[in-house]
């Protein structure tokens, strides 16, 4: 498993959750242990940042809570701390808690407070509640449906590099929904899907170019 700054990844039930990167400069002490593969240590550090009101140490405990990594498997634990993060705008937090409300994992399932939650990390620059947002609005999923939202966040995920993002957003410019049709916005947003690997992407940019190259 990857691990990135000073986040550590949520498994949920229903399949793991993508990486969360922390800040540049986080330094929260408990990650040097948990890396190491000492999760008791980390727990206990974690712990007293967590107490401290260290926002990222609350964030933390609540992941090792909930996967029980260095202590008893705790979901209620786990929700409190991660409830204690959100409530200090922790976007990392506000994304999973938001996962977690979509899923029903533990939970009552809650599509709008999912949406909220997803909305309130988008708004922090968080990619994948980017993402996530938009894919709700898109589907009418716990927001009333509006393709223009879509294309909003489908944008900001797009420019901050998401292969999927990019091209559902050059979709929307190819079809016209939630944005003018414009057919070389959708061929540049194929075409940096495709630079990605997508393959699926590149070929769409291939095809719009021939179709609208001319004779």
Known sequence: MRLFGSYLPLLLLLGSLPVLAAPPKANVPGWESYQAGDYGAAFALFQQGAEKG???????????????????????????????????????????????YESGDGVVRDQPQATALFLAAAKQGHRDAQVNVAT????????????????????????????????????????????????????????????????????????????????
Request: aromatic share 12%.
């Open 136 to 215: 709700q609005y898109y589907l009418g999923r716990g927001a009333a449906q509006s393709y223009a939202r879509a294309a909003y966040w489908y944008r900001d995920a797009a420019l901050h590099g998401d292969v999927g993002a990019q091209y559902l957003l050059a979709s929307l410019y190819e079809k016209g929904d939630g944005v003018a049709r414009n057919w070389r916005k959708a061929m540049h947003w194929y075409a940096q899907a495709g630079a990605q690997g997508d393959v699926a992407a590149a070929i769409k940019a291939k095809a719009l170019q021939q179709q609208h190259s001319g004779p």
């Open 54 to 100: 260290n926002r990222v140490a609350e964030y933390n405990l609540a992941m090792l809570y909930w996967r029980g990594e260095g202590v008893a498997r705790d979901r209620a634990q786990a929700m409190h701390w991660l409830d204690r993060a959100v409530a200090q705008h922790l976007a990392a937090a506000q994304f999973v808690l938001g996962q977690i």
